[in-house]
């Protein structure tokens, strides 16, 4: 089976936003995941990421459906956004067709999922809880 570049390059990209991602959810304090600083708290932002796979995967399948659901407990949504990517990272390393642009997938919910788990990161080193617990660099 031929690769399309095109799709292999967005899966590299769930592939960073995972790596990504980890890093910055990884061993997160309890009290973390409702800091409220100016916007959003870190869980309400996760749940925003949860929403823009679903919407990506929806994309990919042709229905273009944008649901922005209720904000889990940090762990629930944690498990949502592997999930999510996973679901996502499926769909692409199959056969089926894909119905949206792949620039498209990536400029929209790719880019912006990348920036929210930057957010994210941000707000661990501003509490002074970066590097996680557990290892990782210190970037």
């Known amino acids: 089976m031929a690769t399309d570049p095109k799709r292999d390059f967005l899966r590299h990209s769930l592939a960073t936003l995972a790596y990504r991602g980890g890093k910055a959810l990884r061993n997160a ?32 399948q042709g229905e273009q459906k944008y649901v922005e659901s209720q ?15 996973r679901r996502f990272d499926d769909y692409l390393a199959s056969a089926k067709p894909v119905h949206a642009p792949m620039e498209k997938l990536f400029q929209g919910p ?27 660099d210190s970037w």
């Not at 002074?128 to 557990?134: L, Q």
């Open 110 to 136: 790719i880019a912006d999922a990348l920036t929210h788990v930057g957010q994210i990161a941000m707000v661990r080193r501003v509490l002074g809880v970066w590097p996680p617990r557990g290892g990782g």
């Open 29 to 60: 304090p309890v009290e973390f995941a409702d800091f409220r600083g100016a916007g959003r708290s870190p869980v309400q932002i996760l749940a925003h990421v949860g929403d823009l796979l679903d919407w990506s995967l929806s994309m990919a």
């Open 71 to 85: 904000t889990l407990p940090w762990n629930e949504e944690v498990t949502r956004f592997f999930s999510a990517l």
